[in-house]
């Protein structure tokens, strides 16, 4: 009896362990994220939501090649969360759109944090961009940008 009352002490404190393993919520992890040009978000159940198609707002940290954003005159945001490049890419990325606005987010480990080619009115305020390997901020082919409020630091090496 001793033995099969050590075997159910053993089983339940098992249970318990992956009970609280299992719990964990880790970061969302995808290749690339999109904003349509629709106003979708795709991959569906990526954790950023939107009630308007207007001002999209990260509900989970991301580690991502990239969110690339194909829609024009929005607001991105981060909530305080941090998307995570996988060492290459552009953590935000948009071409040919105009009045984007990223802001509240933590980006790092992308080869660029923030690259807008062909941009105008665009906006990136209030973020923590460090450890990207090229640029924090890069505007390509763009005008009447503006960045404020942004913490901009520490290039890696690539090898984080």
Known sequence: MKGFSSAILQALLLTSMLTVTFSVQ???AWETIYIS???SI???GAPITTSDNITYTLTGDIIAEMIWIQRSSIIVDGNGRTLRGLGS???FYWSGCWNVTIKNTNIQYSRYGVFAHRSCLSTVVGNNITNNSWYGVYLFVSSNCSVSGTLINAVFDGKA
Do not use: R
């Open 26 to 28: 880790p970061a969302w």
């Open 89 to 91: 890419g552009y953590g």
């Open 37 to 39: 040009a629709d106003g």
């Open 42 to 44: 795709w991959p569906e």
